[in-house]
Nanobody, 119 residues
Framework: QVQLVESGGGLVQAGGSLRLSCTVS????????MGWFRRAPGKEREFVAAIGWSGGSTYYVDSVKGRFTISRDKAKNMVYLQMNSLNLEDTAIYYC????????????WGQGTQVTVSS
């Protein structure tokens, strides 16, 4: 069993930055691909970013490339999402996810943290 707890969301002005954190507890953290998803108001949940178990491979949805950076600290059992140059379209609930296989079908989800970008 793996438990995921997100933190770091909040209200930020357009152009600003936030860093989301995901605290991971449970077994075999290092074997999971970790990812971030988001659900904007009135929209389906979408993939944002993922990082492989070794931390050497990262993947991003086109809309955040060059602005967001995913990282993981295996010693601390933490996953981060650094978000820069935020815009109104980034407003969403952000979820941390863990996948034993492909990140497209996570095995575990966090409860989510709200990110609101204001103009």
């Amino acid at each position: 069993q793996v438990q995921l707890v997100e933190s770091g969301g909040g209200l930020v002005q357009a152009g600003g930055s936030l860093r989301l954190s995901c605290t991971v507890s449970g077994r075999a953290f290092t074997r999971y691909t970790m990812g971030w998803f988001r659900r904007a108001p009135g929209k389906e949940r979408e993939f944002v970013a993922a990082i492989g178990w070794s931390g050497g491979s990262t993947y991003y949805v086109d809309s955040v490339k060059g602005r967001f950076t995913i990282s993981r600290d295996k010693a601390k059992n933490m996953v981060y999402l650094q978000m820069n140059s935020l815009n109104l379209e980034d407003t969403a609930i952000y979820y941390c996810a863990a996948a034993g296989g492909t990140i497209a079908t996570p095995n575990y989800w966090g409860q989510g943290t709200q990110v609101t970008v204001s103009s």
